[in-house]
């Protein structure tokens, strides 16, 4: 049950109350704007801003929690060498995703701005991901090789 509120600037940003409301609002602001509209609307960057932050938030608690679940698991020394295997794989995954969808925004959109930062967040991604996937490796082994069957 979301109401939609019109704020007084020139770009006609949407707001929604309620909780999904705001995604909504970003989904749907742009399809109705051109690009050089988007790109001189404050209010829609400090709407994508905030969401971005509260979804880093979310993810971040989401992995606490994981985290405090895990130290109360009794789980078999092939299973946790192969969950570090995988938390790297997957942190890998996602830090990819990020410069690949700005390249692709940069793409669809003429834009050297994204294209730059995407390619710097690749080549960051780049150079952090042998020193990840080695540390994960390395632990790995350690936790293979340790001579107790528990924790």
């Known amino acids: 049950m979301a109401r939609l509120m019109t704020h007084g600037d020139d770009f006609g940003f949407a707001a929604y109350e309620g909780h999904a409301g705001g995604l909504a609002g970003l989904a749907l602001v742009p ?4 690009y050089a509209q988007l790109s001189g609307s404050w209010a829609y ?35 946790r060498a192969a969950e570090k295997m995988l938390a790297a794989v997957v942190t890998t995954a996602v830090m990819l995703m990020v410069p690949f969808n700005l390249i ?19 080549a960051l991604a780049g150079t952090t991901t042998p020193r990840t996937m080695r540390l994960a490796v390395r632990r790995s082994r350690r936790l293979w090789s340790s001579p107790r069957a528990g924790r």
């Open 45 to 79: 960057w400090l709407g994508l801003a905030a969401t971005t932050l509260v979804l880093a938030a979310a993810l971040a608690l989401w992995s606490f929690a994981a985290i405090a679940t895990a130290k109360h698991l009794d789980l078999a020394r092939r299973v």
């Open 104 to 122: 692709w925004y940069a793409a669809i959109q003429p834009s050297a701005v994204w294209l730059v930062n995407g390619l710097a967040l690749l």
């Open 31 to 34: 399809q109705a704007r051109t």
